[in-house]
Every structure is written in structure tokens, then in C-alpha cells.
């Protein structure tokens, strides 16, 4: 246990017999092995072995490319589940396991399910909302969802309940013991997706695309007593949208899809969307920046007033009306705060 963490070692350990081996690999703490990919392959075959797959990522956590793609993927499957790892030892960081997706995300020999599948398992690592990405941390998630919407399905019968009191078909039933758990994952999955479904290659958001997906995600949750928050839960998630090719938003795929289904709960959701997406921010002395906001709003429920009547009057026009509200609070806050000074 106190020689050098290096092969001579490991062949000293093997001559004393599979006994004291396995001793050796269960009780070892793992040391600097240099850049030899062929010795750090064999220390992480051998933990993995020994059920230590955190203490064999803590080899490579700096430089996991020289492990090949299907070791690799192994080596993360298995840091979910239950080990021998210690409590308190080799714990998991964000930016070491972002490190091993993008060689995971580029690995041509894994399919989209297995990626996808990793990204499900690691979401509570990769997802930080309060850093606010531009890009996605679940690319591989994404797609498939778009794919399978039935995942969307099941992540909302893990985190609301149904409105009709009924139970669930068994496919979206919960243990009793993981019912928070999982509510936590599916809500925390619903926060994170960023990609529209419908989006080709070069970034155009396909409207029948978006509709078909769109049906079935409103069908099946109207199957299982959750229409509205499924609505809602569509409408957050569109509120993501880009600008369109005319300069207002949200897009015309998405005012396409907003206009046909005209759900005041999908507008509800977009608007929450909308809303919380502002984040943290700076401000100046009074509701200035609400008015540019309401300004901005009310510009582009007048661009699109003709084409997409709903969506301008139901979500556009109360955007503005919630920032004048607030421009008007931000003014009364502000004149309170002068008077004390």
C-alpha cells in the first residue's frame, strides 16, 4: 500500500495471491501515473474491478480522451450506481465530468440513446441553472426528445400530479421512495431544454415539425389528466424561441404553432418563460428598463398583429402590460427612496 502507484507494484500485489490482490485494489489510493495510456487503462480496469469507479475517474479526470470511447462510457455508467467507493472520497466535479461529455459527444461509436442516456443519468451535473448557458448542456437529451417525446411525457407525470385524482397507467408510475427524486429530475430536465424540436441543421425551426411534436405532447398529457401543465410546460419551453426572419419574436414557426393551438395556458407559460429567462440584472434609478422592455413588446404585437392575432394580443401585449406595471413600481420605489434620503 505505500510503494509507488505503478505496475511493479501491481505485479508484487498479484504474486501474493488473488486474496491479498483484491485487498490491494479495494484498499489502494490511486497516485499520478504519468501519461502512459496503456498503465492508467489497466489502474482503471482493475478499480473498476473492484467497484471504485470514482476512485479510476480520478485518474483521468484531467484527461479523459486516453481512455477509449466505450471505457470511457462504462467508467460514467457505472459512477451512478452503487460502489465501494468511500463516502466523502473521490467526489464528482461539474467541470471534470463536462470534460468527459465533450469526448463522450464527439464519439461516433456511441448511438443517440446511449448519449442521451449519460446525459439523463449526469443532468443534475451538467444543468446549473444559475449559470445561464447560451448553449445547451444536454445536446444529445435534446434530440432525443425531439425523437421520443414520450420522455417530455414521463417528466411531467413525474413532477405534477394529475388533475383527476386517477392513478397512473404503471409505465409512469414512481416507487414511493423515489417520488421526490424524480420530480426533481423532471422538473430539472423541463428547465434545461433549449432546442425546439423542428430545428434542422442550419438552425430553422420547421412549423410541422413543431405542430406534430407539439400534438403529442398535448395528446398524450390529456390522456393522463394533464393538459393544462403540459400546456404550460410547452409554453415555457417556446419561450425560447428566436427572433423570427421579420425581426419580432418569438418565430414564425412558433407564432404558427401558438396561433393554431391558441392555449391561454401555453401563453401563460411562454410569458413566465419569458420573464424569469431576464435573470439577474443591473438597474439604474427608476422603471426605465421596463419601459424599454414594454416598448420592445408592444413594437412587436403591432409587427404581427395581422398574421398572428392571438399570440400578439394574449402574450405579447401582456409582456408589455406586466413591464408597464413594474416601470410604473420601479418609479414609486424609486421617488420612496429619494424622500428617506
Not at 502507484?5 to 490491494?24: C, D, I, K, P
Not at 496503456?38 to 475517474?57: C, E, N, W
Not at 429567462?277 to 409587427?303: C, F, I, M, P
Request: net charge neutral; charged share 30%.
Amino acid at each position: 500500500m505505500l510503494a509507488p502507484f505503478n505496475e511493479t507494484t501491481w505485479s508484487l500485489a498479484s504474486s501474493l495471491g488473488e486474496t491479498a490482490q483484491e485487498r490491494y485494489w479495494k484498499e489502494v489510493t490511486p497516485g499520478w501515473l504519468g501519461e502512459s495510456p496503456s498503465t492508467t487503462l489497466k489502474a482503471v480496469d482493475m478499480l473498476m474491478k473492484a467497484q471504485r469507479p470514482r476512485a479510476a475517474f480520478s485518474l483521468v479526470r484531467d484527461h479523459p480522451s486516453v481512455l477509449p470511447t466505450q471505457t470511457l462510457f462504462r467508467l460514467l455508467t457505472e459512477m451512478t450506481q452503487d460502489s465501494d467507493d468511500r463516502p466523502g472520497e473521490y467526489l464528482i466535479e461539474h467541470y471534470c465530468v463536462e470534460r468527459a461529455f465533450k469526448h463522450i459527444d464527439s464519439a461516433a461509436e456511441l448511438s443517440l440513446e446511449q448519449k442521451a442516456g449519460l446525459e439523463f443519468a449526469y443532468i443534475d451535473v451538467l444543468v446549473r441553472r444559475w449559470e445561464r448557458k447560451g448553449k445547451s448542456e444536454i445536446p444529445n437529451l435534446e434530440l432525443y426528445i425531439e425523437a421520443h417525446p414520450e420522455v417530455l411525457v414521463q417528466a411531467i407525470c413525474w413532477t405534477y400530479k394529475r388533475k383527476d385524482g386517477a392513478m397512473d397507467p404503471p409505465e409512469f408510475r414512481v416507487a414511493a421512495g423515489r417520488v421526490k427524486a424524480m420530480a426533481e429530475r423532471g422538473y430539472t430536465l423541463m428547465e434545461a431544454l433549449k432546442r425546439i424540436p423542428g430545428t434542422d441543421e442550419n438552425g430553422e425551426i420547421h412549423s410541422e415539425r413543431l405542430g406534430k411534436w407539439v400534438a403529442r405532447i398535448r395528446h398524450s398529457c390529456a390522456e393522463l389528466s394533464r393538459t393544462e401543465i403540459a400546456d404550460i410546460v410547452i409554453g415555457k419551453f417556446l419561450s425560447s424561441s428566436p427572433l423570427g426572419k421579420d425581426g419580432a419574436w418569438p418565430c414564425e414557426a412558433v407564432r404558427t404553432v401558438m396561433e393554431d393551438v391558441q392555449s391561454e395556458d401555453m401563453m401563460r407559460g411562454a410569458h413566465t418563460g419569458v420573464y424569469n429567462s431576464r435573470g439577474v440584472h443591473t438597474r439604474g434609478n427608476g422603471g426605465d428598463q421596463e419601459r424599454q422592455l414594454a416598448e420592445k413588446y408592444r413594437k412587436w404585437a403591432q409587427q404581427i398583429r395581422t398574421s398572428s392575432p392571438y399570440v400578439a394580443s394574449e402574450l405579447l401585449m401582456k409582456l408589455t402590460d406586466t413591464y408597464e406595471k413594474e416601470a410604473t413600481r420601479e418609479d414609486t420605489a424609486a421617488k420612496i427612496n429619494r424622500r428617506l434620503r
